[in-house]
């Protein structure tokens, strides 16, 4: 008889509905956030390249915090993960809503991001140890598809909501739906392999979040105290410093974070690289075309969030998607296509604040997002299916970090080349510089190892026995 405190059995489908609740919660705010910065700003008293960082530091934090995660959860199970780290995302997000400045809604963020940092790995985690292995490019695709969908469902219910009360309602709100999340995974979410004798390596987590964090924040403030700056140099030398020191710790620890020969591997490096060029220009496309709505449009966070709707709307569609494409075509095909897609469509929006066409701004968003939600889940399943099952909380933090390692700067850089200066000539200046970095991740992404395209079996009715026969169950414990 299983103790107590064990979940119950549920069918994979049940557990992916159930860990993609959590993955909407976390995800919703991001869209209308976004749309919302311009009215922030004008509330908190505070200019464009900083409110920014409402949006830019957490993304660094999460960069930095969720491959530690993602470990932990390897080495001490992924539901206990998932559980502890909703539980405190929920807290700090309602406490985000009582911010007073905008240093104050800078380090909620952060630490709200920094909690749920184990969600996206755990989750995914969790999601692929219920399914067979054929079908990884599938649930990578759901579980993109629902991390782009519960945007727009933010957009529909949070911008009017922002308008008629406040900004501070959309934290409240993401705060209820972390509860939610966490009351049905207690129940259903199985528990995943849990490692004994092996030890977390904190000392290169530590030093890889002061590497990263140095040189991100250097690369933020250079558009402020100017690339002439001492400190900047100082801050830039010592982050490259600091991952020259990660590398080596983790090449004399017995138990590193991630293995040095892991990150040699074509299909983990490549993947890796490729997030950060596709990543940093699509994060940095939708925070430069809600500024550019705001202030060469002059167009109110309700408007702003419907225009730029049709990117998550089409990142849902483009990832649920990939699964069939990749069957049929190939995942080198379908990723080259969806970062191609992202290169043209920040060149379309660019283009529309210049013609001052919204119709050009719709099309560049819908392009953006079924591109990027093409590529990515391939590209999920590429490095799954190379770092294996023991591994997998940390290679797919690793792929988000380095996503977010890439929208971090991405925006960083780019709105700090846009300042204060709201000219549709500038936002199609900097948006072509985007687009240019994008076609970087076109090349690195192309070069992925993928396997030969294979056409989908039919459909088969699901098992009713609790999981699928293909389970292993040693891979299950009862208990965290």
Known sequence: MPPADAAPRYSPRTVQVVALIGVAATSFPITVLSA???DIANDLGTSNSTITWVIAAPLLAFAVFTPMAGKLGDLHGHRRMYLL????????????????NV??????RVLAQ???????????????????EEKRTSVAGTWSAVL??????GVVLGGP????TSWRI????????????VIFAIRVLPTTERRSGISFDLKGGLVLAAAVGAILISINRAAVVGWDNWWLYAALSGGTLGLITFVWIERRTEHPLVATSVLRKRNVSLPLLSQIFMNGPYMAGLVLTSLMLGTVFEFDTTKISLLILPRPIAFAAGAWMAGRAVAKFGGRAVVMTGTSLVAVALFVIGRGAVDHSVWLVLIGAGLAGTGSGMARPPIIAALTSTVGEQDMGVGTGMLNMSGQIGAAAGISILSGLISNDSSAERFYAILGIAAAVAILGVISAGSISFAKAVRPDPPTPMPATPYSASINPQRLHPTD
């Open 103 to 108: 240093g104050s809604l800078i380090a909620l």
């Open 114 to 132: 920094s909690a749920s940092a184990s969600t996206g790995p755990s989750a995914l985690a969790i999601m692929m140890s219920v399914f067979p």
């Open 36 to 38: 919302a910065l311009p």
């Open 85 to 100: 780290g909703f539980s405190a995302a929920a807290v700090l997000s309602i406490a985000t809503a009582f911010a007073w």
């Open 170 to 181: 959309l934290f409240l709100i993401q705060g209820a739906g972390a509860a939610v999340a």
């Open 148 to 153: 782009a969908a519960s945007p727009a469902v």
């Open 161 to 164: 909501l922002i308008d008629l």
